[in-house]
């Protein structure tokens, strides 16, 4: 009672079903394979960017809090939020080749879709019937991914796209139906919150992504510049000139990137 006083059906299904695939790959072969994975993120250099993502996570819930609408629950969906969208912004931090790619996030962070999610996400079904429900369609998601990569396989793939479709109208229909009969449950200000929260969460991770995805055009190409000379006067130089035109502007720097001739190394231009 009081877990699902925390998560509703629907998401207590999931960690179960996480904690099932876990458990299954820890007593298998697989967890060898694991082995390099837990390495390269235990390491330094993502340690440091998983205790700068908590910070800047923790600022904004001091920001929430000194605006008065945080409260204690609101946790569960920072925890959520960081694991389905906020680790894979960090994770395709490489993607971001300009600036537009920093607007594409703002726009899907504040599209009218998030109403749909929202309001799916509000009820569940019996805990029983979702964790039947979520391994199917998982399954039939990913089978249709499979089946769309072949143009043999393209009638499964729309047969498939529809099936889960149908799944989608059904349970978001549900969804609606109780909120539309529980409507004033459903108004309180707690749910207004829970419904802004991850967008909200999204549009402030945004600067933390782009200076991330800043740092590291810059770490890398430096890096490509010092094996491109042994004249480190000039290598240095040029990153100084480098740091000054580009500054903050990843357009600049990238453009600076796929402009850049070597041969200001071998003469004053």
């Known amino acids: ?146 089946a769309e990569m072949d143009e043999k396989h393209k009638v499964v793939s729309k047969f498939l796209q529809n099936v889960i479709a149908i799944a989608g109208i059904t349970i978001f229909s549900y969804s609606l139906y109780k909120t539309i009969v529980n409507f004033d449950d459903v108004l309180t200000f707690k749910n207004l919150v829970s419904f802004l929260l991850p967008s909200t969460i999204t549009v402030l991770f945004i600067p933390f992504v782009y200076f991330l995805a800043l740092y590291s055009t810059y770490e890398s190409y430096f890096i490509h510049l010092d094996f491109m000379t042994v004249k480190k006067d000039k290598v240095k130089e040029v990153k100084k000139l480098i740091l000054r035109i580009a500054n903050i502007n990843l357009d600049k720097l990238l453009r600076i990137k796929r402009n850049f001739e070597k041969r200001v190394f071998y003469d004053d231009t």
Do not use: H
């Open 1 to 146: 009672t009081d877990i699902q006083a925390i998560f509703n059906n629907r998401e207590i299904a999931l960690l179960l079903w996480i904690a099932v695939i876990v458990l299954a790959v820890l007593l298998s072969k697989l967890r060898e394979s694991l082995v390099p994975i837990f390495k390269i993120l235990t390491s330094k250099m993502f340690l440091i960017i998983f205790s700068l993502i908590g910070t800047y996570l923790y600022g904004i819930i001091l920001l929430l809090k000194n605006l008065e609408v945080w409260q204690t629950s609101y946790l569960k969906d920072v925890l959520f939020w960081l694991f389905s969208v906020g680790l894979i912004l960090i994770f395709k931090i490489n993607e971001s080749k300009s600036n537009a790619y920093f607007k594409g996030i703002f726009l899907s962070a504040i599209k009218w879709t998030i109403v749909f999610e929202f309001i799916v996400n509000l009820y569940s079904f019996s805990l029983f019937k979702e964790i039947i429900i979520l391994p199917i369609l998982v399954f039939l998601a990913m089978t249709q991914a499979v």
